[in-house]
């Protein structure tokens, strides 16, 4: 990472800043290469291999104006062992990306600065076990109203990698939708989403491709939505980096209906 960058908070707690070191690789993938008999397997063929998360490595050094000082505030960060929480780097230009990880360990290293001065410095090293598949950056909503059938659209996914876990809400307007279709046309990224019950007037339905549920006005409902015959990835939905054209075909509804796309730009 560049220089500039630097891991500030875990679980809320503001980490150390003074000498820091920061290895934060890219998350490990999947789909690893196989030996067959006849030659090599890819198993992710032509799609990107996914990601499998990583670990993170902060060493720093925590500063305090006394010995007890210090002793009290190496114990508030080794009780972050264990722990699950945000953790939060921030970019050279000052933005911020985060994710889900564990702390691990929270090593002491016990080092000599003179005698004088060596109650006051106390160098951390801290471990983190990164969950999810890449970091979070801006927050999206992309609402479209669908005043025409079937309805274009553009999905914007910021981020450098691609994202699957969005969940996308469709709310009836002021008649029922009784035939829904939400397709992702875009080249390599072809999802095709379809739900063949109703979603009464006013009501939303609740899609979560990252959790792979489905809710009709708060009910469970995944036995209705199934896959079309133009689907093509592992996902229910899949953003590619940038835009992402999308085509959203209902059966009434009137013409206040709404499909409104909610995922962070996703960065590796």
Request: proline fraction near 3%; hydrophobic fraction near 35%; glycine fraction near 8%.
């Amino acid at each position: 990472m560049a220089g500039n960058y630097k891991v500030t908070t875990f679980a809320g707690v503001t980490l150390p800043t003074a000498d820091p070191s920061y290895d934060i690789p890219t998350d490990r993938v999947g789909g690893e290469l196989l030996t067959l008999s006849y030659g090599i397997y890819d198993p992710a063929g032509s799609q990107n291999a996914r990601a499998l998360g990583g670990t993170v490595i902060v060493e720093v050094i925590t500063e305090a104006a006394s010995a007890s000082a210090l002793t009290t505030s190496i114990d508030s960060f080794r009780a972050l062992r264990g722990q699950r929480g945000s953790l939060v780097i921030q970019m050279a230009d000052a933005s911020t990306r985060s994710r889900t990880a564990r702390c691990t360990e929270v090593r002491v290293e016990r080092v000599f600065r003179g005698s004088q001065h060596m109650h006051l410095y106390q160098p951390l090293r801290f471990v983190f076990e990164l969950l999810g598949a890449g970091w979070n950056g801006a927050s999206n909503s992309d609402a479209t109203t669908i005043d025409s059938s079937p309805k274009n659209a553009t999905v914007n996914n910021g981020g450098n990698v691609d994202q699957s876990d969005v969940t996308i809400t469709v709310t009836a307007g002021s008649a029922d939708i009784t035939a829904l279709q939400i397709q992702n046309t875009t080249t390599d990224y072809e999802c095709d989403l379809e739900y063949d019950s109703t979603i009464a007037a006013g009501e939303s339905l609740v899609i979560d491709c990252g959790d792979l549920t489905v809710e009709n006005d708060g009910d469970d409902d995944y036995a209705n939505l199934s896959l079309g015959s133009t689907h093509a990835v592992d996902d229910w939905m899949r953003l590619a980096p940038g835009n992402n054209s999308m085509t959203y075909t209902i059966t009434g509804g009137s013409t206040d209906s709404t499909v409104t796309f909610a995922h962070y730009d996703l960065y590796a």
